[in-house]
């Protein structure tokens, strides 16, 4: 069955260092892939989608990357504020699995001061 | 504009109460979506509808059953609540029919089942 794998462990990291997360997928051919926010008590926020034929993309201190070869997407927040924690959910959707959208389990970030 | 809205926000039931979770979008948008969220299990897909008058099962459907009314709205029904069915539940949509669209969600219906 299709699966979609973050770090449940939170990532703890100093003000100032860029944070990077990892969505891993597999028995899933997706088409786009999409990064979102969650504050807690609030439903999920859109960041970024990035295609299967994109290697990269980037959104002001954001950058996603995705590697359908090793099927795997990176996230990357750089110079990194309190402001940003939080619970990151990456999402797979087309190919095989239409336009559903299948999400992962999330990973929390704390950025301290 | 409102985007997507969820009532209630709260609720809680006895086993084997029923209710209807409503879900209300604005957005002119094809596709919905309910997803239920328990700790450490991420955001489940229970039912989705691609468009008005289909709906299709997602990961978890059992116990539950929804309703495309219209365009709008998308409920989603518990006939009989059982405490396995304590989460939160999120609803959501997405433009038209396409696959690379961003998630618009609603604040969130937080359930509790005694």
């Known amino acids: 069955s299709q699966k979609i794998e973050q770090n449940s462990e939170a990532l703890n990291i100093q003000e100032g260092k860029t944070a990077t997360l990892t969505c891993n997928y597999t028995?899933?051919?997706?088409?786009?892939l999409q990064w979102y926010r969650q504050d807690p008590g609030r439903g999920p926020v859109f960041l970024l989608l990035i295609r299967e034929n994109e290697k990269e993309k980037r959104k002001e201190r954001l950058k996603v990357t995705f590697d359908t070869t090793l099927k795997q997407s990176l996230f990357h927040i750089t110079a990194s504020q309190p402001a940003d924690s939080a619970t990151y959910l990456c999402?797979?959707?087309?190919?095989?699995?239409?336009?559903?959208?299948?999400f992962g389990t999330g990973t929390q970030l704390k950025v301290e001061l | 504009n409102a985007g997507v809205t969820q009532t209630p926000k709260f609720q809680v039931l006895k086993t084997g109460q029923s209710m209807t979770l409503q879900c209300a979008q604005d957005?002119?948008?094809?596709?919905m979506y309910w997803y239920r969220q328990d700790p450490g299990m991420g955001l489940r897909l229970i039912y989705y509808?691609?468009?008005?008058?289909?709906?299709d099962k997602g990961e978890v459907p059992n116990g539950y059953n929804v309703s495309r009314l219209n365009k709008r709205e998308f409920s989603l029904r518990l006939e009989s609540a059982a405490p396995s069915q304590t989460s939160v539940y999120f609803c959501?949509?997405?433009?038209?029919?396409?696959?690379?669209?961003?998630?618009?969600f609603g604040q969130g219906t937080r359930l509790t089942v005694v």
């Open positions: 957005m002119n948008h094809n596709s």
């Open positions: 028995n899933y051919s997706p088409a786009y």
């Open positions: 509808s691609a468009s008005e008058g289909t709906t």
């Open positions: 959501a949509s997405t433009q038209e029919n396409r696959e690379n669209t961003e998630a618009f």
């Open positions: 999402a797979l959707t087309g190919g095989g699995g239409g336009n559903k959208l299948t």
